[in-house]
């Protein structure tokens, strides 16, 4: 049954490593993504790009690598975080299911996708902080007008002392609706 379950230490080092390896590799364009999604052209708190090749550039040219990797550790932090505690959450609500059935008997598509469910949830909570510090750092321009924060503690004290806790699970509802959607593509394998 552990073989047909999977889950432990081993799913969630892979998913750790897997979270690292693809923000270490991507994460320009994540801080290229998130600009133009606060960019609505009325203000000046980001400048305004033409496109991804015109972003990357003009960041790279006056923010240089510091811009491009803007959130970065919070980035790691949180995508490892993530990756490793889904596969974990994962296997172990497959392995609690399974405790409930037949020798040889298979989990249905739907224990699957509730075990998903389950772990995509779980880990909206315990990352929503380091989410809402990333973006906070990636939305840092040394040339505009916008809150400096001198690294991921500051970030986190500031946002404690000037906002409440309560600050670091702004946008909890619509991840955890969107944990539901990441839980279902990871079931259709």
């Known amino acids: 049954m552990a073989s047909q379950v999977g889950g432990g230490a081993e799913n969630a080092a892979a998913g750790a490593i897997a979270g690292f390896a693809t923000?270490?590799?991507?994460?320009?364009l994540d801080v290229i993504?998130?600009?133009?999604?606060?960019?609505d052209g009325r203000t000046m708190v980001v400048p305004s790009y033409k496109n991804t090749p015109h972003a990357l550039f003009t960041i790279a040219r006056c923010e240089g690598l510091r811009g491009l990797y803007a959130g970065f550790f919070p980035a790691v932090l949180g995508s490892s975080i993530?990756?490793?505690?889904?596969?974990?959450?994962?296997?172990?609500?497959?392995?609690?299911y399974a405790c409930h059935m037949e020798k040889d008997e298979k989990l249905?598509?739907?224990?699957h996708l509730a075990a998903a469910a389950e772990a995509g949830a779980l880990v909206s909570f315990c990352t929503n902080p380091v989410w809402?510090?990333?973006?906070?750092l990636q939305l840092q321009n040394p040339l505009h007008q916008t809150r400096q924060y001198a690294g991921v503690y500051d970030a986190l004290r500031t946002i404690l002392k000037e906002e409440?806790?309560?600050?670091?699970?702004?946008?909890?509802?619509?991840?955890l609706f969107?944990?539901?959607?990441?839980?279902?593509y990871h079931t259709r394998r």
């Not at 249905?108 to 224990?111: D, I, R, V």
Request: zero cysteines.
């Open 178 to 184: 969107l944990s539901s959607s990441f839980s279902t």
């Open 33 to 39: 993504r998130t600009r133009f999604q606060v960019n």
């Open 164 to 175: 409440g806790w309560t600050a670091l699970y702004r946008g909890i509802w619509p991840s």
């Open 108 to 111: 249905n598509p739907s224990f």
């Open 132 to 136: 809402l510090i990333k973006t906070r």
């Open 82 to 96: 993530s990756w490793g505690l889904f596969f974990f959450f994962y296997g172990r609500a497959k392995q609690r």
């Open 23 to 28: 923000v270490a590799a991507m994460h320009p």
